[in-house]
């Protein structure tokens, strides 16, 4: 797998690393090529600095994508209160609804709101939800794998299957309408982190997807046909002692504009004691985040968010760092 740089300029930055806060800086891992010692490099710095980077050649058709779009089109259309798997308007942003797919059997979780939705057993919605989240699942234990790898020599060899073997996922299909107001541009999802390992992101053409750097500048993170977008979640940036950082990241809102987006959250399993080896925290360096059981967190986001998902503030460092118990 080779990395390359959005812009041919950018690849001479990326390498002397003199202007680290721009968008060139956020690479394209090229899933098709072999990988490089390079390539392992730009992307530790890409998953350090910021937390995200895109994706190519990585065996998810344009045409699945826009199969679950239409589908999804329909099926936001429909009354969806009774749904467990549903977040209506208002929770996250009046603008943003979503729908969750679960795994390990993403078959029968689609199924089982298909069913309250559509009236309809073995559904197509259903069929095409297993198709997408399976490869969904091996494309997360592929990069994983890689990221693992830029981490250091022989951090994925040693950790990936006695730390990353029980990882599960889950889909959310984000459906963003149109603000009806008068302002530019508005926040159809407030900045936050996600809660997963690695989150693999589809979004459609319409763009709007942005990340902050360190210092709080923010960087559009425009759509490109066959590119999907890679972030690092909270429990990646505990599990490293924040060797890699979870991308803080929003959505902002064109006036007249729909918007869809598909999200893949790899997770830990939810009673995984999250804690980094001595070897991933380094001779000398000092240890970051106490040891915390995976749905301790996810409980703790929950009741201090009151079910929002969207905000930071309290995040993994607000719940486990050891720096903010002091
Ligand atoms: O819609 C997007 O592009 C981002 C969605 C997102 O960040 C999320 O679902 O966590
Ligand atoms: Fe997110």
Request: glycine share 6%.
């Amino acid at each position: 797998m080779a990395l390359r740089y959005c812009y041919a300029s950018s690849h001479i930055l990326g390498i002397i690393m003199s202007n680290p806060k721009s968008y060139d800086d956020i690479p394209i891992l090229d899933l098709s090529q072999p990988l490089q010692p390079s390539s392992l490099f730009s992307l530790y710095k890409a998953s350090k600095e910021w937390g995200i980077f895109h994706i190519i050649n990585h065996g998810i058709s344009k045409d699945l994508c826009n199969q679950i779009q239409s589908l999804s089109t329909h099926l936001f259309s429909l009354p969806f209160s009774s749904l467990k798997s549903y977040t209506p308007h208002f929770i996250a942003s009046p603008f943003f609804e979503s729908l969750r797919v679960n795994g390990p059997n993403f078959y029968t979780s689609a199924n089982s709101s298909a069913e309250i939705l559509f009236d309809q057993k073995d559904s197509k919605f259903s069929v095409i939800m297993k198709e997408y989240c399976s490869k969904m699942e091996d494309l997360s234990k592929r990069i994983l794998k890689i990221v693992l790898m830029s981490i250091g020599e022989g951090i994925e060899k040693k950790f990936y299957d006695s730390e990353f073997k029980k990882c599960q996922g889950y889909l959310r299909i984000n459906n963003y309408s149109a603000p009806d107001v008068t302002e530019d541009q508005v926040e159809g999802l407030g900045m936050h982190t996600d809660m997963s390992c690695i989150t693999i992101l589809y979004q459609d053409e319409k763009g709007g997807l942005q990340v902050r750097s360190n210092e709080g500048e923010w960087i559009g993170i425009s759509p490109s046909e066959g590119t999907l977008v890679v972030n690092i979640g909270d429990m990646l940036q505990a599990w490293s002692n924040d060797k890699l950082r979870s991308s803080e990241h929003r959505v902002l809102l064109k006036h007249h504009l729909n918007r869809f987006s598909l999200a893949f959250f790899w997770c830990f399993e939810n009673d995984k004691v999250i804690l980094a080896p001595d070897e991933v925290v380094g001779e000398g360096n000092k240890r970051k985040y106490k040891p915390f059981v995976c749905l301790e967190y996810l409980k703790f986001r929950e009741n201090n968010e009151k079910g929002r998902f969207d905000k930071v503030g309290f995040t993994v460092r607000d719940f486990a760092g050891i720096e903010a118990q002091l």
